[in-house]
């Protein structure tokens, strides 16, 4: 597959801003953000169940490393509200190799915490699908696949899903449109160990 021309709205990681970003909270902060709209630190304590010291302190952490940066059109006074600087982040695998023991780490961190929060999502879901309407409870998806490949056929099925996932991108975003919401897909594909 060519390689695709950098998008700006998606911050490639490396190793100091993967370090600045793999904590659970700034995670969830970034979430927050890059998916519910420009916040204050009030708010989004208040969403998280967290303390406004505790969101402040890690928002600004989040803003050192450029991950968010301030959305002054929406402040009033003393408010400082925050917004996403990208809307997508992009992982690169050498991290996990990495010499430094701590950048491994980071990554690790910032894997397991994915993991966490797509399998959070889903179960949400399924907590509350009875409060969406027929149309969105038949429409939902939670499927698996066992399939024998290859490295090579592993990475060409990934690219390909990508890909599809791609074509979909714009064609519903009138936000005003009351038959849309934000739709969220995960993709897993990796190895098993079978005994």
Known sequence: MPEQPPDP??????????RGLAHPLRMQLLDAL????PATASQLAEKLGESSGSTSYHLRQLAAHGFIEDAPEHGKGRERWWRAAHQGLRFDDALLTDANPTVRG??????HEIASTQTRDLSTWLGNRHTW???WNRTWDMSSATLRLT?????ELVEKMHALIDTYRDRATDEADTDTAQVRVHTHAFPLTTE
Do not use: H, I, K
Not at 34 to 37: H, S
Not at 106 to 111: E, I, K, P, R, V
Not at 151 to 155: A, Q, S, V
């Open 151 to 155: 490295p090579d056929l592993t990475r």
């Open 9 to 18: 709205q998606v911050r490639n990681l490396d190793a100091r801003s993967l």
């Open 133 to 135: 309407p027929d149309e």
């Open 106 to 111: 980071a990554a690790d961190t910032y894997l």
């Open 34 to 37: 890059r998916f519910g709209g």
